[in-house]
């Protein structure tokens, strides 16, 4: 059984910044997605950030250029560096990876495994 873990969450004014990280107990490999979802309350869960080990990288839209995604083989562990935070980024954040060469190459579409969330909240 893959086990996730995210750290890193917490509270910050509008225009702060947090780095998020969630650790693997599994090597992080050529056939690894690693992705950040949020889910806001009231709202659908969003897809914010995929990144796999060879690099190619997603981001939605609303945190292009805000947000960073990146990975430490090393550690198992990948990251979500959040800068420039607005109150709207506040949501529940997910840390999720997928270890399937065909899921990689069809572009990171799905997960099977799921940390438990943290939270961040941005106050105006």
């Known amino acids: 059984q893959v086990r996730l873990a995210e750290s890193g969450g917490g509270s910050v004014q509008s225009g702060g910044s947090l780095k998020l990280s969630c650790g693997i107990s599994?090597?992080?490999?050529?056939?690894?997605?690693m992705g950040w979802f949020r889910q806001a309350p009231g709202k659908e869960r969003e897809e914010v950030a995929t990144?796999?080990?060879?690099?190619?990288?997603t981001y939605t839209d609303s945190v292009k250029g805000r947000f960073a995604i990146s990975h430490d083989n090393a550690k198992n562990t990948f990251y979500l560096q959040m800068n420039s935070l607005k109150p709207e980024d506040t949501a529940m954040y997910y840390c999720?990876?997928?270890?399937?060469?065909?899921?990689?190459?069809?572009?990171?579409?799905?997960?099977?495994?799921w940390g438990q969330g943290t939270q961040v909240t941005v106050s105006s």
């Open positions: 990144t796999t080990s060879g690099g190619r990288t």
């Open positions: 599994r090597d992080i490999d050529s056939s690894t997605c």
């Open positions: 999720a990876a997928e270890f399937h060469a065909v899921v990689v190459f069809a572009g990171c579409r799905t997960f099977s495994y």
